[in-house]
């Protein structure tokens, strides 16, 4: 496969997660199974229990920019690993995958305001 293959491939996956992360209840489940959240936590008040926990942790979860520049960097870093491409590869996916998810995530919240009038 080609450097753009798989920088398409990577973005995917990385898209993928974030949008699983923000807009399903995994998170909420997860950290219910978990037992990182109380069991009376209702799901719109994850994120708040997340950072009064930890802070650090707790606001790394609960940004999408965050969360998708550390996704992005260990999603470019296996793709590094499995491929023959350069280290460069792995700066450009780190740096370029955010903004991107970050323009599909605002993207995505506008489509799922205006469906909800």
Request: with cysteine; hydrophobic share 50%; aromatic share 18%.
């Amino acid at each position: 496969m080609g450097t753009i293959e798989l920088y398409l491939i990577g973005l995917a996956i990385s898209t993928n997660l974030i949008f699983v992360w923000f807009f399903t209840s995994i998170k909420y489940h997860l950290f219910r199974f978990l037992k990182i959240v109380n069991k009376n936590c209702e799901i719109q008040n994850v994120d708040n229990e997340l950072i009064l926990k930890n802070r650090f942790f707790g606001e790394l979860l609960s940004c999408p920019i965050c969360l998708s520049t550390h996704i992005s960097f260990w999603t470019a870093f296996i793709i590094y690993l499995m491929s023959d491409l350069t280290f460069i590869f792995i700066l450009v996916a780190t740096f370029s995958y955010p903004a991107i998810i970050y323009l599909f995530y605002c993207l995505a919240n506008a489509l799922n305001a205006y469906s909800d009038r």
